[in-house]
């Protein structure tokens, strides 16, 4: 069987509305309006939540598409090219059903995952610390048993959603490793309900970009949630992390090439009216090798950014290697075409008016979170030395 490097036409249907979407919903005027004032923008995501692009990959019989990475994929890569920022805001509702959908009980399912994919209810992930981010093994929430409840106490730091979630799902220690070496044993996740007594969530404000969406510090003070709130198996939550990281580094990966994608668009459109000494930018040799390079870094991180998602689809679980080698070199590509984006709108796109400002901004973003890019590095020259799990 020959590898297939075009959509089918399913696909290429999804990729046509996800655009039209994106194009007539993602204005102008709600872009610098939600970046500006740091506003996540409701309307939108219920327009978008309606058409089902949030809940693309997740199964019908909890109310979602049905399909699964490679079109997750299309419409986060679409989204983004048209506006990062709004292109997040409408997807990130979603932030964690993958754990429930592989862990999660029937009963969990239905009542959690149902609403998420109709747009009832938004949900996110609590992970990350003050002290415990690159190292997610040195968590120090702790959950304890009482009776038929588990009773949580911690802070969680830059959480997704956290002030705009109706649930969130929190790694906790559940129990205590017999030494430093096996602190990734022991922790478990639980779904907490934003509305729960001892749960508070204060929204982080002055971020660089992504500022249309949602983050949040996160403190929990005796929250009381009961026994079936736990996901999955008590204790292999760890693992259950490291699993989802590998799935959606993926994601992160299309949302980058998404942004080199409209950074380049926008760039090529400005050199080619843009004049300077008499003729336009474009007529530059060094602006046309720049642009060409890109050009190709872009196509490069595409092509990989595919692939990884398609060894989701073929062998039924991620690639870790080719999951960290998407999101760390799509990311940087991100950056990177952003970056020489801007440096040929000159002054021009030093000022917000502008959209590559905002590209630039939200870009940067992406070498940072699933895992900072030299955790991805990490993971890629373990696995070719072989010294995974060490």
């Not at 239905?110 to 610390?129: F, L, P, Q, R, S």
């Not at 080719?322 to 030093?350: D, I, P, R």
Request: hydrophobic share 40%; charged share 25%; aromatic share 12%.
């Amino acid at each position: 069987m020959p590898i297939s490097f075009q959509f089918t036409e399913e696909q290429e249907d999804i990729r046509r509305a996800a655009r039209e979407f994106a194009e007539k919903e993602f204005t102008p005027e709600l872009a610098r309006e939600c970046d500006r004032e740091e506003k996540f923008p409701f309307e939108l995501w219920k327009k978008c939540a309606k058409l089902g692009f949030h809940a693309v990959a997740i199964p019908e019989e909890y109310g979602g598409g049905g399909y699964g990475p490679i079109e997750q994929m299309i419409v986060m890569e679409e989204f983004s090219a048209v506006n990062p920022g709004l292109g997040l805001a409408c997807l990130i509702p979603t932030f964690g059903v993958e754990i429930l959908l592989l862990h999660g009980s029937e009963e969990q399912k239905e009542k959690y995952v149902t609403k998420v994919a109709k747009g009832d209810a938004i949900m996110g992930m609590a992970n990350t610390e003050p002290d415990a981010g690159s190292d997610a093994a040195s968590i120090k929430t702790r959950a304890v048993r009482d009776g038929d409840e588990w009773v949580l106490n911690g802070t969680k730091q830059f959480i997704s959603n956290g002030s705009i979630a109706d649930f969130i799902l929190v790694t906790a220690r559940t129990s205590e490793p017999k030494s430093f070496e096996e602190r990734h044993k022991g922790i478990s996740y639980f779904i907490v309900e934003t509305d729960r007594e001892g749960y508070k969530a204060t929204k982080i404000t002055g971020k660089m970009g992504i500022r249309a969406t949602d983050t949040a510090e996160v403190s929990l003070n005796n929250v009381r949630v009961p026994a079936e709130n736990l996901v999955g198996e008590e204790g292999k939550g760890f693992y259950y992390m490291m699993e989802f990281f590998d799935i959606t580094r993926v994601w992160v990966a299309a949302q980058a090439v998404g942004i080199a994608r409209g950074a380049l668009k926008l760039v090529v459109d400005y050199v080619k009216q843009r004049k300077a000494f008499g003729m336009p930018l474009a007529a530059f040799q060094y602006v046309q090798f720049k642009i060409a390079e890109l050009a190709t870094k872009i196509e490069a991180a595409r092509t990989l950014t595919y692939r990884a998602a398609a060894v989701q689809v073929e062998t039924g679980k991620p690639d870790n290697t080719l999951s960290a080698m998407a999101k760390w070199y799509a990311g940087e590509v991100a950056v990177e075409t952003c970056n020489w984006a801007l440096q040929f709108h000159g002054g021009y796109g030093y000022i917000d008016e502008y959209p590559i400002n905002q590209f630039y901004r939200d870009a940067k973003i992406t070498e940072i979170y699933e895992g900072a890019k030299e955790i991805e590095k990490l993971i890629i020259a373990r696995n070719i030395f072989g010294f995974k799990g060490r």
